[in-house]
């Protein structure tokens, strides 16, 4: 039972407590008109009596003439008493009057109360009335509220199905851009291949041995270059499926860095650059092993490759708000202001030569991206063109401050 049938209810009861009341009052005043009836019957039969006493007396004057003197003196008792018995009589005329008014007022009193009692019945059927309207309404705002609810029901089911569209209309966007990357990158490596196969099987014989060498190694620096892009395309397409396998513990942060450097010491030491990995032995954070690994490969390997010789390469951590920042900042030649919003972004990829002209992918940043999202973090880059860049990236100290992985 809602409120406005709760109300309704204590209407009604009040109006028939009203009712109850007015018809008590009608009960007394009725009681109190038969009482002054009462009271006027005991006036007249007082003026009868004062009537039958004064007969008595002129009897007495007749017959007992000997006591004319105080017959006499009874007489004026008498008319003192008759004046007296007048005033009643006028007294009681007046009662009667208002007796008489009383008993008029009463009436329309009465008739009030009987106008009362029909509008209090008029009242109840109204409010009868209001409940079966409300009834009614109820009635309507019960089948409204089932109807929003089925609404609600299929509004829940299209947006599941939209988001579902939306997945599906984003996987074939990554289709169409991974054939894309494939028929654009794949190109230039593959042209290069087969031009330098046919230059040197046409001059198999003509050729030096160090010009045949010369060509092997070019087709060498093109086929890594090839594998390498397949290889990025890859595990990025595996990470847009959800294939590449989420496995997140707590790792100490000091392996990771002695990984970096066995793994770079040959690339680092060959433009004579230093890599710095300094107090990171009390340091752990919790992350996928080989995601972690690949983020801090392409990280350092990018400053690598945008660093002059003799360069320097800092990778530091700090503590925040249960969060480890970790940081790999060089003193190259940094990125141009331009390119910076565009470093994430798989469909502005872009790929930049190194200060040997080394060349890239464009896909290791945007992997990056992929792999510290599904650990939960972000991933940012402070630079300044000519100066160099810092790249940062955060994840949880433990599992129970990890966030949930974006992405599957």
Not at 66 to 80: D, H, T, Y
Not at 212 to 237: M, N, P, Q, V
Not at 304 to 316: A, R
């Amino acid at each position: 039972m809602d409120d406005l049938e709760i109300a309704n209810e204590e209407k009604a009861k009040r109006a028939a407590e009203l009712v109850i009341a007015n018809e008590e009052k009608a009960k007394r005043e009725a009681e109190l008109v038969i009482a002054n009836v009462e009271k006027e019957k005991q006036l007249a039969g007082i003026l009868i009596a004062e009537e039958e006493k004064a007969k008595r007396a002129d009897e007495l004057v007749v017959a007992e003439e000997e006591k004319q003197k105080r017959v006499a003196e009874l007489v004026i008792a008498n008319e003192e008493k008759a004046k007296r018995v007048a005033e009643l009589v006028i007294d009681n005329e007046e009662k009667s009057k208002r007796v008489a008014e009383l008993v008029i007022a009463d009436s329309e009193k009465q008739k009030r109360v009987a106008e009362l009692v029909i509008a209090d019945e008029e009242k109840q059927k109204r409010v009868a009335e209001l409940i079966i309207d409300n009834e009614e309404k109820a009635k309507r705002v019960a089948e409204l509220i089932i109807a929003e609810e089925d609404k609600a029901k299929r509004v829940a089911e299209l947006v599941i199905i939209n988001n579902e569209l939306q997945r599906l209309l984003q996987l074939n966007s990554d289709k169409d851009l991974f054939i894309s990357i494939l028929a654009h990158d794949l190109r230039s490596p593959f042209t290069a291949l087969l031009g330098l196969s046919d230059l040197l099987i046409e001059n198999v014989r003509v050729y030096s041995i160090e010009e045949i060498e010369t060509l092997l190694k070019h087709i060498r620096d093109a086929s890594k270059e090839t594998f390498t892009l397949l290889e990025d395309l890859l595990k990025w397409t595996s990470t847009q499926s959800g294939k590449i396998p989420y496995k997140p513990q707590i790792l100490g942060f000091e392996g990771i860095c002695k990984y970096i450097l066995e793994t770079f010491n040959t690339n680092a030491f060959a433009k004579n650059i230093t890599i710095k990995c300094p107090a990171t032995d009390h340091v752990s954070v919790f992350a996928d092993m080989d995601m972690l690994k690949t983020i801090m490969r392409n990280l350092v390997s990018n400053a690598i490759k945008f660093t002059n010789n003799g360069g320097t390469i800092n990778i530091n951590t700090e503590e925040n708000s249960g969060l480890v920042i970790i940081s790999v900042s060089d003193n190259g030649i940094g990125i141009k202001p331009e390119k910076l919003s565009n470093l994430f972004d798989i469909s502005k990829r872009q790929t930049t030569k190194g200060t040997e002209e080394e060349s890239g992918t464009g896909l290791g940043l945007i992997l990056c991206k992929e792999f510290v999202e599904i650990n939960g973090g972000k991933i940012w880059v402070d630079s300044e063109y000519g100066k160099g860049s810092d790249f940062k990236f955060s994840l949880s100290v433990s599992d129970n401050q990890a966030a949930l992985p974006k992405k599957a």
